[in-house]
Each structure stands twice: as C-alpha cells, then as structure tokens.
C-alpha cells in the first residue's frame, strides 16, 4: 500500500507551476470525439484523465501525446455502451452522454463515479437531453439515452450545474435549431469547453454569463483549444503558502478566477501579493478568524472549502464554514480533529476554533479535495504524518509530490 509521509514545518520557497484545470480538461477529452480530430494543449498530467484514455481507447477512438498536448481522432470511433466499470471510474465520464447523444443521437452508460462528497444526481442532466427530444429508460442501473432527431429547446436549470450546463452543450451543438441554457453555471470551465466547442465549428454565444445560447450547426469539423490554469490548484498552494510560504510563487494562474479566495484570504490579513499572473505569498501569525459560504461561480467554491479550514485552524479565533453544495463535504474535519484541530460541525456548517497547534499523526483521505486539506495541515504540523489512500489525490493534483518537494516540502510516496 502507498502513503504519503510528510514532515511538517519546512518553509515553502521557490516558484510553483499551475498546470491546466482537471475540471476543464476532464470536459474538452469527451468533447472532441464531436469531431474527427482536436488537440488539447496543456493537459494536466492526473489520473483523471489517464482514465477518460481507456474509455476512448475502449470506444476506439486514437489519442496521441506530445509533452502536455493530447490529440484525440475519433474517425475510428465506435458508439459502445460505456460500461460500468467505465462509467465509475470518474464523475466525468458522464460527459460522453452528451458527447454520443449528440454525436450518434444514442448514447448507453452507467450512473458515474467520482468523489463520495454527497448525491450528485444526474437529474439535470437527464431532464435537459429529454428537453432535446430524447427519452431516457433504464435497462437496469444502465441509462439508455436515444432519440430520432435532436431539437433546440429553452431549457432552464433550477440549479447552475457545472455538470449539466456542459453535457447540455454537448448534446445541443449538432441539434436543429436554437437551443437556450438559462439559469448556466458560469464556471471558467464552461466557457473553456465552449471555446473549443466554438473552434469546431459551433455556435454557442453568452460564454462567462448565465444565458447560452446554441445554434445548432450540421457537423462539426476540427478544432484546438489551451486548457485554462487549474484555479483550485492554484487555490490549494497559495494557501499552502499561508500557511508556510516564505516568498511562495504561484505561477501561471487567472487570478480573477479566484479572486473569491484572495479576498478571504486578505480579510484574514494574509500576505498575498496578485500580479497578472501569479500571486506571492508568506506566512504570517495571528490571522483573523472568517466567515465561508460556498456558492456557485464566482462566489466561493466549494472545492477549496475543505483546503481553506485546515488553514482557519490556524486563525487567532472562531471561523465559521458554510457548506451550501454538497451535503457531505466534511470528511476531512475528523482528521483535522484528531490532528488537533477544535471543529464542531452542526448540520452543513463548520465552527472552528482556532488557533489550534497542529500535530502530525495517521490519517485517510476519503476524496480529493479532503485529501488535498490533509496535505496542507500536515505541511503546518508538527512532526510526521502519515495519509492513507492518496490515490484520490493524484486523481486531480498533477505532480503534486514533485512540485512542493521543489519547494521545500518534505514529502514523499512510501511503500509499506
Ligand atoms: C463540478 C466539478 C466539481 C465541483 C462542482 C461544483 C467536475 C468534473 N467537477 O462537479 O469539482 O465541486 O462542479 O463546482 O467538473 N445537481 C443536481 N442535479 C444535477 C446536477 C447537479 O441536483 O443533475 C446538484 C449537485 O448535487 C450539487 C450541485 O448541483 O449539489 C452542484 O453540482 P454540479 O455543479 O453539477 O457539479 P459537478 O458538475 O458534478
């Protein structure tokens, strides 16, 4: 079995590089079997994406690497039902349902996997292909999504779904007619698969707002697209650089993508310096204590909720997290506890008394981004700690042992 062991309290120095957004590039792999050949640059190197390469290579599809850039060519491709072994692999396998509805107007698959951090329903999802004129029946736990012809429709979401918005896109691009999405979730992620989807050909307007409107075109040729700088990566570093930085560099980043972060992390009185595109941060002591609400973009997302309360351990006071979007996203708390952390948690809400002196100890990460909090209070802690089942970490964190080991992290992957 592979833990990861750190020795907490090492300065970070030195510069970080950001690589492309998972949440991005897991979207762009699916998208381009739309058309006969796209490359995608800058490709974050996860597990994630190693995964959406066996179920195209399963569909017969080709991919070739060069460096960072994936070119996918579907010519070959065959529409086979995505198995469930497939389909758990990863939340975004869901994806190639609207990437086949759209492309063969018939798609089969398994619910997806993904991280264990509430429901995640697929309802949205579903309700938009029907609104497109395909019916949905189950063969088993097995969705069957088929339809004669797609046909654009105004379809409103009663949540801004990442998810949904996407697989919406997917599946609309090649209907007839104008399709409208009110209601979009406005991550940079969308608009980063609505440029690629753009590039081949579509026609989608209202990037970066909640109305997207799609005006269905007959085919889709090929295309290109630059994956955008990974905004939570970035977000988990630099507040690994709150937490230890001594003059931290995050290279590469947008930092409007997460200027929801700075500004807590300012209202805390940490050093964070923004440039165009990267951020230098340092330690300091007697952070103040804040209040987290996590919401759709641009407000506060939830993938750096739990990063961001291993750091509110640290603040001189009472901090308080509200987790609005997914129901079970605190499994990291018990660790933090047990590492010396005073946490109550009530319902979807976090109490967290701070400071706390964090001490290094054993602990398991249930998720990626529980994962990613553990990593960052055992960087703080005092002495070694041991995190069982990284495996969920690598699935989205590219190279994150090498890259605070350059740094000056003491961390590494042990085999006992
Ligand atoms: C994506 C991200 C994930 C991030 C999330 C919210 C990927 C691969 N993952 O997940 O890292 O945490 O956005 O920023 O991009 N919902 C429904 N019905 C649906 C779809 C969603 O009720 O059909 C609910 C979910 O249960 C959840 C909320 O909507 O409470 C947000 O989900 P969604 O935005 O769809 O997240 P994902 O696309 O799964």
Avoid: W
């Amino acid at each position: 079995m592979e833990v990861l062991k750190i020795i907490g309290g090492k300065k970070l120095s030195g510069t970080i590089e950001i690589g492309g957004a998972k949440n991005s590039a897991v979207a762009l792999v699916p998208a381009a079997i739309l058309s006969d050949r796209v490359a995608i640059k800058n490709v974050p190197n996860i597990s994630d994406i190693e995964s959406l390469e066996i179920i195209l290579n399963y569909l017969g599809a080709s991919f070739t690497k060069n460096g960072d850039e994936l070119t996918i060519e579907s010519l070959t491709m065959e529409n086979k039902p995505i198995t469930l072994e497939y389909s758990k692999m990863l939340r975004a396998s869901s994806y190639f349902m609207g990437a086949l509805l759209g492309k063969y107007k018939h798609a089969e698959m398994y619910f997806p996997g993904g991280c264990s951090i509430g429901e995640r329903p697929i309802d949205l999802h579903l309700s938009g292909f029907e609104a497109l004129g395909a019916t949905v029946t189950n063969d088993g736990d097995k969705y069957i999504i088929d339809a004669d012809k797609l046909i654009g429709a105004d379809i409103k979401l009663k949540f801004a779904s990442v998810g949904a918005t996407i697989n919406i896109l997917l599946a609309s691009v090649l209907a007839e007619g104008k399709t409208t999405i009110k209601n979009a979730a406005r991550e940079p992620e969308v608009g980063n698969v609505i440029d690629l989807l753009n590039d081949m050909g579509a026609k989608i307007s209202g990037k970066d707002s909640d109305l997207l409107v799609v005006e269905g075109v007959e085919s889709l040729s090929g295309g290109s697209v630059k994956v955008i700088p990974d905004r939570i990566e970035a977000g988990t570093y630099i507040i690994a650089g709150v937490m230890n930085g001594d003059n931290l560099k995050i290279n590469n980043v947008i930092p409007s993508h997460f200027s929801s972060l700075t500004d807590k992390l300012l209202e805390m009185g940490a050093d964070i310096k923004i440039f165009d595109d990267y951020v230098v941060t340092n330690k300091v002591d007697n952070l103040k204590p804040i209040k987290i609400v996590t919401e759709v973009y641009p407000g506060f997302p939830t993938d750096l909720q739990q990063p961001i309360t291993s750091l509110l351990t640290l603040a001189d006071g009472t901090s308080i997290v509200k987790e609005l979007i997914y129901e079970n996203r605190f499994q990291n708390v018990p660790y933090l506890i047990q590492m010396g952390a005073d946490i109550e948690v009530n319902g979807r809400e976090l109490k967290i008394n701070g400071p706390a002196k964090l001490l290094g100890c054993e602990v398991i990460t249930t998720d990626l981004r529980a994962g990613a909090a553990l990593i960052l209070a055992a960087l703080s802690a005092e002495g070694e700690t041991t995190i069982k089942e990284i495996k969920h970490v690598l699935r989205g964190y590219e190279n994150i042992i090498n890259k605070l080991t350059k740094v000056g992290g003491e961390i590494s992957l042990e085999d006992v």
